[in-house]
């Protein structure tokens, strides 16, 4: 079975610092970008950040640029976003997304597989 | 970064025809896909690509395009289709790595 676990999640304060990972199984992880995509509460979908499949390149929303980082283990079938500098408005739920192909440039890519995601609150 | 316009509500009777739009400029050089997410649920992809439809997603739905505008249709919509419905494309503004989504859709069924 196809299926992508975020973890990590929490009740962190303002300016402090939170890990998210994300397992894959049942495909070639290697194969496929992936991507980060939150949804604050009642809000819609927003990209966070994505990878290619051997992390040449690495793409982040500007809301997020300079205070999180992407990163992949591709031996260890696993994604991760770095948190820094919390703010208030970085609460969501956070989802790991699968990519249909390997680079983050393809005109008809899409985000196949999606995990049930990992909530992130911000507050003091 | 680049913007797609959504309507934030439409409706559509049980088993009629409703189309859902998307608009931006990124479409002009990139498809759109679409995902539909129901309450408590994390998103699915129902369309991706030129019209293309994953394993599983029933062929009632249904994707278009032209110009600055993308188009998700289910023809003869079900109860079981009511949910918010996301588009998303590639980023054509600076953050070429980018990607962007539409605000959402809730579609209602009556």
């Known amino acids: 079975e196809v299926q992508l676990v975020e973890s990590g999640g929490g009740l962190v304060q303002p300016g402090r610092s939170l890990r998210l990972s994300c397992a894959a199984s049942?495909?070639?992880?290697?194969?496929?970008?992936m991507h980060w995509v939150r949804q604050a509460p009642g809000k819609g979908l927003e990209w966070v950040s994505g990878?290619?499949?051997?992390?040449?390149?690495?793409g982040y929303a500007d809301s997020v640029k300079g205070r999180f980082t992407i990163s992949r283990d591709n031996a260890k079938n696993s994604l991760y976003l770095q948190m820094n500098s919390l703010r208030a408005e970085d609460t969501a739920l956070y989802y790991c997304a699968k990519d249909n192909f390997p680079g983050l440039a393809a005109a008809d890519d899409a985000f196949d597989i999606w995990g049930q995601g990992t909530m992130v609150t911000v507050s003091s | 970064s680049s913007e797609l316009t959504q309507d934030p509500a439409v409706s559509v009777a049980l088993g009629q025809t409703v189309r859902i739009t998307c608009q931006g400029d990124?479409?002009?050089?990139?498809?759109a896909s679409w995902y539909q997410q129901k309450p408590g649920q994390a998103p699915v992809l129902v369309i991706y690509g030129k019209n293309n439809r994953p394993s599983g997603i029933p062929d009632r739905f249904s994707g278009s395009s032209s110009g600055n505008t993308a188009s998700l249709t289910i023809t003869g919509a079900q109860a079981e289709d009511e949910a918010d419905y996301y588009c998303?494309?590639?980023?054509?503004?600076?953050?070429?790595?980018?990607?962007?989504f539409g605000g959402g859709t809730k579609l209602t069924v009556l």
């Open positions: 998303n494309s590639r980023d054509s503004s600076g953050n070429h790595l980018g990607v962007v």
């Open positions: 049942g495909f070639t992880f290697d194969d496929y970008a």
């Open positions: 990878i290619s499949w051997n992390s040449g390149s690495i």
């Open positions: 990124s479409l002009r050089s990139y498809y």
